[in-house]
């Protein structure tokens, strides 16, 4: 929630959250930075635009119950969004958990305003969406990067280059930029003397 949601109240969204547990028939809460853009962007297909109000534990469990019973005399759920790719994305749905899971992964993917989604199935599993890799200190990254670095220009056995290379890529995506082009440019330099 602090990352994607900075200022959230976040005890509200812990109340809502298990206001909405309570629904033994499975549920999704989303909970949008923009909520307001977002309901009038599917409102006219797949959501009910009301009035902002402060949502109770008790007025949750009442949609929880409208919403159940609207969507099954409907015969689906309403979901909605433009459920287009971006070229050289690929979501990771899981055909076998259903639309209540694979259809937020798809929302998710076509840049809504950060989001929180919380998928409760009716097995009791809960997933939070998106799943974000852990925060990690760049104290940790650093030195990893700086040994490849400095085993590279050494020119030492190849098994302790690529020994330390593995760790490097363990934790490429915290790289700062200035790590990424030390390696990238260690990496070319390996590369011309391998040749």
Do not use: G, K, Q, T
């Given at each position: 929630m602090d990352r994607l949601l900075p200022g959230a109240d976040f005890e509200s969204c812990c109340n809502s959250s298990y206001a909405t547990a309570d629904h033994h028939h499975g549920a999704m809460l989303i909970i949008s930075s923009d909520a307001a853009r977002e309901a009038a962007r599917f409102e006219p297909t797949s959501a009910i635009v009301v009035e902002r109000t402060e949502l109770s534990t008790g007025l949750v469990t009442r949609l929880m119950r409208w919403t159940a019973r609207r969507w099954s005399r409907a015969g689906q759920v309403p979901c909605g969004g433009r459920h287009r790719r971006r070229p050289g994305r690929r979501a990771r749905a899981d055909a076998a958990r259903g639309s209540r899971f694979n259809n937020p992964i798809r929302y998710l993917h076509d840049n809504p305003p950060n989001t929180v989604?919380?998928?409760f199935s009716s097995d009791g599993g809960v997933d939070?969406?998106?799943q974000l890799r852990p925060r990690m200190d760049p104290a940790v990254?650093?030195?990893?990067s700086n040994r490849y670095v400095d085993l590279v220009?050494?020119?030492?056995p190849v098994w302790s280059v690529y020994q330390a290379w593995n760790r490097v890529s363990e934790?490429?995506?915290?790289?700062?930029e200035e790590d990424c082009a030390a390696v990238n440019g260690a990496s070319a330099r390996l590369s011309c003397r391998v040749r």
């Open positions: 989604i919380l998928v939070i969406l998106p990254v650093r030195p990893p220009a050494a020119a030492p934790l490429a995506f915290y790289l700062s």
